[in-house]
T-cell receptor
Framework: EPEVTQTPSHQVTQMGQEVILRCVPISNHLYFYWYRQILGQKVEFLVS????????KSEIFDDQFSVERPDGSNFTLKIRSTKLEDSAMYFCASSSAAGGGFQETQYFGPGTRLLVL | SQKIEQNSEALNIQEGKTATLTCNYTNYSPAYLQWYRQDPGRGPVFLLLIRENEKEKRKERLKVTFDTTLKQSLFHITASQPADSATYLC????????????FGSGTRLSIRP
């Protein structure tokens, strides 16, 4: 069964450093998302991406964050200058456009645990 | 302000019984509502989606209801098993923005043998 994959599974970085989290969505999916989950808290929407541009973003997704689909398979989240409060699990998700329309069901990857020291 | 509330942080029930989880929302007008399962350290896994014009949806031992008047969804697991132990999340869209879904904080369900 196709699945979303994410790398790395864990990342430790120093405050102020840039990190890039990588995701490979399900191959025929056209909508891509990033979420984060701070330990013990709810899953929070960061951004959705379709047709090579951001569709929606939350208040969390400020200028320190950016997303990119650099090729036909990868979808990345970059945090330019990490802060302590960026420590969280980051989930990538994708959904299809079967029948030419937006499909609501999102398929999540296993996550990248980011720790900022 | 907008809120999604799931009935309790934790629910502990006996194997074989029906587990009922509640999701209430305030100041949203969702076109659909979804339920996901999340195991510790893992990503959410989609279970069921119900649209605003549907009252009930079933899948195997799972049943979801959606009452847009009460602004509430109920999620039932019948004949519960210890393997059903997990955190269950409800999530809904913002009507004006179908690609953005908002999650509740989840209910941690434990099924004891």
């Amino acid at each position: 069964e196709p699945e979303v994959t994410q790398t790395p599974s864990h990342q430790v970085t120093q405050m102020g450093q840039e990190v890039i989290l990588r995701c490979v969505p399900i191959s025929n999916h056209l909508y891509f998302y990033w979420y984060r989950q701070i330990l013990g808290q709810k899953v929070e929407f960061l951004v959705s991406f379709y047709n090579n541009e951001i569709s929606e973003k939350s208040e969390i997704f400020d200028d320190q964050f950016s997303v990119e689909r650099p090729d036909g398979s990868n979808f990345t989240l970059k945090i330019r200058s990490t802060k302590l409060e960026d420590s969280a699990m980051y989930f990538c998700a994708s959904s299809s456009a079967a029948g030419g329309g937006f499909q609501e069901t999102q398929y999540f990857g296993p996550g990248t645990r980011l720790l900022v020291l | 302000s907008q809120k999604i509330e799931q009935n309790s942080e934790a629910l502990n029930i006996q194997e074989g019984k029906t587990a009922t989880l509640t999701c209430n929302y305030t100041n949203y007008s969702p076109a659909y509502l979804q339920w996901y399962r999340q195991d510790p350290g893992r990503g959410p896994v989609f279970l069921l989606l119900i649209r605003e014009n549907e009252k009930e949806k079933r899948k195997e031992r799972l049943k979801v209801t959606f009452d847009t008047t009460l602004k509430q969804s109920l999620f039932h697991i019948t004949a519960s098993q210890p393997a059903d132990s997990a955190t269950y999340l409800c999530a809904l869209d913002q009507y004006s923005s179908a690609s953005k879904i908002i999650f509740g904080s989840g209910t941690r369900l434990s099924i004891r043998p």
